[in-house]
Structures are given as structure tokens and as C-alpha cells.
């Protein structure tokens, strides 16, 4: 089944201890991207990646890391959590740069 | 200039009732506007979209209506259905489309009750 895969779907963290939210699909698409979801404000990408060791900043990258080093896989760090970035976090890929974009499930972030 | 602003935040349709979602956006070089469908618990995914050669794209019950002159843009779902509950995001690119390039509405949650 062709599918964005985030891991982990939940977690509650304190400030400023390093994690690490997961991002994988198995479409073989080239474009892959960060968005954060918050009420009232929509969706806002964070990062975004043409394609391997390709990577570049969106809307609010503020806080955020990510690496492309394998076309599956996107990973979204966060070296220093802080309450403001409690949000729910999609992980998107589309097979070219302007092409439909496909989320995976989510991951519900809280920092405390 | 960028931004795309979209009204109501929220909607409650009673079954059968027509559902109606607005945007406007200012920046003339939009040339691509998707809406994205996402249900509770998972994320969004594509409805529809148009472009602005053609005022209006119909699928199923769902159906854009593009207005170029008022930089306007508006989701009609006929004959609503419970199922149709979700969360709804209009967006819009500009020209060359590149997905990097998508600006989302802020999304309007609809209900609707049998």
C-alpha cells in the first residue's frame, strides 16, 4: 500500500530534550516536506527537500532540523524542544515538485 | 501578499444542505488552487483543484467555483453528507506550480448532522 509513514504518532516531551520524528514512503517520490498544523493558522511547512541531500527552509524552520540522505526516509529533529513547538506535525511527498502532495497520519507533539 | 485567507473557520450543515467554503488570496500570480480534504485523525489529501483558465470544476457533488477579477475562490458540497465531516484547505501556488511553493488556507472544519 503506498503510504507516508510518521513515527512516533504521539509524544509529550520536556523542553529541551532531543527527538526525533520519523518520515518514510514507498512511493520513490522525489519531493518530500515538513508541515506543522495549529488552530487557526493552518498548515505551515517547516522544510521541504527536492530531492536527496537536498534540503531547504519553508515558512518556519525556526527550531528545526532535517537531513535527506536516503529518498525514503525525511526526518524531522528538534535538538531543543520548546513549549512553542507543541503542534501536530505531517510529513508530506509528492513524485515531482508540482505534483499532489500525499500526508501521512500525523504526529501529536507536546512539550511541557 | 502571500497569504490566502479563508472563511468560515467553522460550519455546521444539516444533511442534504449545500456546504460553502470561501477564499481570496491577492497575489495575481496564483495559477493553481487545490483543496485538500482531511478527516479526523489523519491528514489531508487531495479533493480538487482548478486553474484559472475555467470559472468552475465540478466532481461528484463537490465543486470549485474560481472567480479571477475578485481573486476569489469557493468549495460548494451538494447535497451534504455526515461522511463529508472533515476539515477543509484551500491553497494556491504560483506560477511555475511547485508544491515548495503551495500556501494553505487556515482550513474550516464542517460538520454535518443527520
Known amino acids: 500500500e503506498a503510504q507516508v509513514t510518521q513515527n512516533p504518532r504521539y509524544l509529550i516531551t520536556v523542553t529541551g530534550k532531543k527527538l526525533t520524528v520519523t518520515c518514510s514512503q514507498n512511493m520513490n517520490h522525489e519531493y518530500m516536506s515538513w508541515y506543522r498544523q495549529d488552530p487557526g493558522l493552518g498548515l505551515r511547512q517547516i522544510y521541504y527537500?527536492?530531492?536527496?541531500?537536498?534540503?531547504d527552509k519553508g515558512d518556519v524552520p525556526e527550531g528545526y532540523k532535517v537531513s535527506r540522505k536516503e529518498k525514503r526516509n525525511f526526518p524531522l529533529i528538534l535538538e531543543s524542544p520548546s513549549p512553542n513547538q507543541t503542534s501536530l506535525y505531517f510529513c508530506a511527498s509528492s513524485f515531482r515538485a508540482a505534483g499532489e502532495l500525499f500526508f501521512g497520519e500525523g504526529s501529536r507533539l507536546t512539550v511541557l | 501578499q502571500q497569504q490566502v485567507k479563508q472563511s468560515p473557520q467553522s460550519l455546521i450543515v444539516q444533511k442534504g444542505g449545500i456546504s460553502i467554503i470561501n477564499c481570496a488570496y491577492e497575489n495575481t500570480a496564483f495559477d493553481y488552487f487545490p483543496w485538500y480534504q482531511q478527516f479526523p485523525g489523519k491528514g489531508p489529501a487531495l479533493l480538487i483543484a482548478?486553474?484559472?483558465?475555467?470559472s468552475e470544476k465540478k466532481e461528484g457533488r463537490f465543486t470549485i467555483s474560481f472567480n479571477k477579477s475578485a481573486k476569489q475562490f469557493s468549495l460548494h458540497i451538494m447535497d451534504s453528507q455526515p461522511g463529508d465531516s472533515a476539515t477543509y484547505f484551500c491553497a494556491a501556488s504560483p506560477r511555475p506550480y511547485n508544491t515548495d511553493k503551495l500556501i494553505f488556507g487556515t482550513g474550516t472544519r464542517l460538520q454535518v448532522f443527520p
Open positions: 527537500s527536492m530531492n536527496v541531500e537536498a534540503t
Open positions: 482548478i486553474r484559472p483558465d475555467v
